[in-house]
T-cell receptor
């Protein structure tokens, strides 16, 4: 049973470009979470999605960041007009149908974004 | 706002030494508690979790953690560490009535010398 998959593992962008990060949840999981880890910091929650719905985006920056989890295909975290401060590791996690209060979140390997 | 504190940023031990990593959280309601481990070059893996029941939880690789509700703590322990335990350890809390997010501590780096 494959775990949570993320790609790319490393992404380099210049300031002003767009970054697209992909996450495929574990088989049978319908809940996806995105976290960001800045240097010397723990993981910070960004957004929680179910298929075609954003459930909680309380951790998302108000501008330039968006996320989706379409009916078919992976979840996408999109960062428009990237700035140097967006450089971080972005982790995706997934859980089963019970959701975050009853089910464990399993993490992917992360995407390390570097903005030049 | 909820927060999680891990008291030790970097712990250095010799093999066979005992380990205790502190974790405290600030939230008065019901919580789910987790310890995750990140080995060098690998992604976060679940070490153990507490949802309810026996406050002493046993996880993989000989780790255990004790939930002490009165102290808002969930400390991780291992009686005898191995070189292969070298990793970063993260405590995380899900405050059930406060939202869906896992709140993470900043992590503790454990270095074990052989």
């Amino acid at each position: 049973n494959a775990g949570v998959m993320q790609n790319p593992r490393h992404l380099v962008r210049r300031r002003g470009q767009e970054a697209r990060l992909r996450c495929s949840p574990m088989k049978g999981h319908s809940h996806v979470y995105w976290y960001r880890q800045l240097p010397e910091e723990g993981l910070k929650f960004m957004v929680y999605l179910q298929k075609e719905n954003i459930i909680d985006e309380s951790g998302m920056p108000k501008e330039r960041f968006s996320a989706e989890f379409p009916k078919e295909g992976p979840s996408i975290l999109r960062i428009q007009q990237v700035v140097r401060g967006d450089s971080a590791a972005y982790f995706c996690a997934s859980s089963q149908a019970g959701g975050p209060t009853t089910d464990t979140q399993y993490f992917g390997p992360g995407t390390r974004l570097t903005v030049l | 706002a909820q927060s999680v504190s891990q008291h030790n940023h970097h712990v250095i031990l010799s093999e066979a030494a005992s380990l205790e990593l502190g974790c405290n959280y600030s939230y008065g309601g019901t919580v789910n508690l987790f310890w995750y481990v990140q080995y060098p070059g690998q992604h976060l893996q679940l070490l153990l979790k507490y949802f309810s029941g026996d406050p002493l939880v046993k996880g993989i690789k000989g780790f255990e953690a004790e939930f002490i509700k009165s102290k808002f703590s969930f400390n991780l322990r291992k009686p005898s560490v191995q070189w292969s335990d070298t990793a970063e350890y993260f405590c995380a809390v899900n405050a059930l009535q406060a939202g869906t997010a896992l709140i993470f501590g900043k992590g503790t780096t454990l270095s074990v010398s052989s």
